[in-house]
């Protein structure tokens, strides 16, 4: 394997299970339920290096987690909302795809931030940050596509809050009912407001 | 006071105290970071009761604590709703409340049970479907004006969801923000929609 090689691939390799087990136990629990044990029996890591790598212990870990998994998701969103020129496509397409993971986790895989979000942003100004940061790299990219359809600046801007805020409430009001009506509907809605 | 006159008041009261501490905490930091400790401190009633109320333990207060909430919520949606026969001035004014709420709070106090929904729905059954079923109180409010505003049952269910969709989503980016924006446009759009 790899890890066996030399040393900063070990590191690095230990550093990023780190991050994705904390991707994952964030986006399904949340930060407080996430205790360290779970997170190092979730990563397949060495214990004794998470400290190692995150010398400021869990908030730093879900610092990078949030930032990882929101970069990921940006680079979803622009891949999909370019991939056709109809506006009302590409949104259906995004709301589409998220409903998909939704559903394939069995109602699991909400927004990778919202939870930690919602959680620890009164608590940890780091994490709220982080959290405003990542929603900002989403509204961009929405931004730009609203943008290059011909929405005015203005339009653009609050028409990207929109789909972004439509989308972040049904995927809680779809685990909670476990049903995909709330992601269809504001499906339809946007589909309708955008055409 | 009125707890010193008969023991039915007294429980009565120690109860109601430990489920409004339960709505405080469980709105602004989820379900997981409140420990009995501190929710007992917070409520101001004796320790010793709490088991007694509620033998189910935390889980069990969280599901009186969010029926509660959801109620007083959905009380609240209902008088602002009917309090004009314009149906954007209605929408317009739910946000606008909501908004005013999180705002006085210095952005604490969101959704009451998002939180503890996207925390817990995977864990807890009970938790789940107690959310599902305040979700669907508050849907049933919107879909009822969206009706008397004259609008088809379909189109009333798919804009209810949406509506309750996009409040829900903007308060949490508004939250992670700390800044009413993502509310103020999701605002305008659904006025704009409903006009």
Redesign the interface.
């Known amino acids: 394997m790899a890890e066996s090689r030399h040393s900063g691939t070990v590191r690095r390799s230990s550093r990023d299970a780190f991050i994705d087990a904390a991707g994952r136990l964030l986006r ?6 996430t205790g360290l044990n779970e997170l190092v029996a979730s990563s397949g890591a060495p214990k004794g290096s998470l400290y190692f790598h995150f010398p400021g212990g869990k908030e730093e870990l879900a610092l990078a987690a949030m930032e990882r998994s929101g970069e990921r998701l940006r680079g979803a969103i622009a891949a999909i909302l370019t991939s056709t020129e109809d506006l009302g496509g590409a949104l259906g397409g995004l709301v589409d795809a998220l409903a998909a993971g939704l559903q394939s986790s069995d ?2 895989d ?1 927004c990778p931030i ?2 930690v ?3 620890a ?3 940890s100004p780091a994490v ?1 940050a982080t ?2 940061s990542v ?2 790299s989403w509204l961009a990219e929405l931004e730009a596509r609203l943008l290059r359809a011909g929405l005015s600046a203005p339009l653009a ?3 990207a ?2 789909v ?7 995927l ?2 779809a ?4 049903d995909l ?2 992601l269809h ?2 499906r ?3 589909v309708g ?1 955008c055409a």
Do not use: H, N, W
């Open positions: 399904r629990q949340g930060y407080a339920a109602y699991e909400g919202a939870t979000t919602l959680e942003a009164g608590d709220r959290a405003a929603f900002e801007r609050r028409r809050l929109l972004l805020s439509a989308i972040e409430g049904a809680i009001v685990r909670a009912k476990r009506a709330p509907a504001v339809e809605e946007l407001l």
